[in-house]
């Protein structure tokens, strides 16, 4: 059964730093690219980062301050954020498609098939 799941979130005041873990079961990560998405209320699910073994991308409004990475032998992605800011603020998911590389429309979630329950991020002073 493939599974996601999500962790890492938290409160954190403007300025300081979380890191987000996306363990995968079920399935062996190598194979798959992985997508970071964020959902604050009111608002769309936003792509936020994709990862694969051969390529990342970034949404301009995280570029510089978050960083995705992989631990393949972990079957784990991590997004490690930082200079975060109240905007940041939101539930973030991570979700998988069976891909060697993110795709030129990895920012879609039609694009990815499997889906994790989210963690929440406050950042707030």
């Known amino acids: 059964q493939v599974q996601l799941v999500e962790s890492g979130g938290g409160l954190v005041q403007p300025g300081g730093s979380l890191r987000l873990s996306c363990r995968a079961s079920g399935f062996t990560l190598d194979v798959y690219a992985i997508g970071w998405f964020r959902q604050a209320p009111g608002k769309k699910r936003e792509g936020v980062s994709c990862?694969?073994?051969?390529?990342?991308y970034y949404a301009d409004s995280v570029k510089d301050r978050f960083t995705a990475s992989r631990d393949n032998a972990k079957n784990t992605v991590y997004l490690q954020m930082s200079s975060l800011k109240p905007e940041d603020t939101a539930v973030y998911y991570c979700?998988?498609?069976?891909?060697?590389?993110?795709?030129?429309?990895?920012?879609?979630?039609?694009?990815?098939?499997?889906w994790g329950q989210g963690t929440q991020v406050t950042v707030s002073s």
């Open positions: 990862n694969s073994d051969g390529s990342t």
């Open positions: 979700a998988a498609v069976s891909s060697y590389y993110c795709s030129y429309g990895w920012y879609a979630p039609s694009e990815y098939n499997y």
